[in-house]
């Protein structure tokens, strides 16, 4: 019996959308399991779904952006579905993998939080919460991406070519403050 072909699944954290998967990161994936499968997908509100409203629930992103990708379930026997997902998009995943349970074979979540699992305070650091509200307010995306940057990553050497790509896309796709709160 012959291995099924792997197909990659993508889902990415608050307030971005599948064009911040870094292009290194999935041409690695894409080696590491041998395919050319790989779907990145963006929730409601984000990427190719910026004109929509973020549903306010787990269980109503799920949904929605089944419905989107739908296509790709309906031949699950064909592929052993892999997950990745990071911070709120492994919320979403964990939301996924309890409504759907035969999409995915295998899956990976990275940095994410559950409020369910641990307090606000073990999963933010007191002294974060100052950055999170002047990322919120930065109306400057190049301004915006920095801080973010600066919070969550601590490798200097990809800052510039990170920092360079992600104002690309927020000024190409600038997703609305109601999307990111929603979020």
């Known amino acids: 019996m012959s291995k099924k072909p792997t197909r990659i699944f993508l889902i990415i954290g608050l307030t971005k959308e599948s064009k911040h998967w870094d292009d290194s990161f999935v041409a690695k994936l894409k080696e590491l399991f041998q395919t050319e499968h790989l779907v990145a997908m963006d929730l409601p509100g984000a990427g190719q779904f910026l004109n929509q409203s973020s549903p306010l629930t787990m269980k109503g992103i799920v949904s929605k952006t089944r419905d989107h990708y739908n296509e790709h379930f309906l031949d699950t026997d064909k592929y052993e579905n892999l997950l990745v997902a990071i911070s709120l998009g492994g919320?979403?995943?964990t939301q996924w993998l309890q409504d759907y349970p035969n999409d995915f074979q295998k899956f990976v979540i990275v940095n994410s939080s559950f409020?369910?699992?641990?307090?606000?305070?073990?999963?933010?650091?007191?002294k974060a919460i100052p950055e999170f509200l002047k990322i919120a307010s930065a109306k400057d995306p190049s301004k915006r991406e920095d801080l973010v940057i600066k919070l969550c990553g601590?490798?200097?050497?990809n800052y510039k070519h990170v920092h360079d790509k992600w104002v690309e896309i927020a000024k190409e796709r600038p997703m609305s403050v109601i999307n990111m709160v929603r979020q």
């Open 115 to 126: 409020k369910g699992l641990s307090p606000v305070y073990k999963r933010v650091q007191p």
């Open 91 to 93: 919320m979403v995943s």
């Open 154 to 157: 601590n490798n200097t050497k």
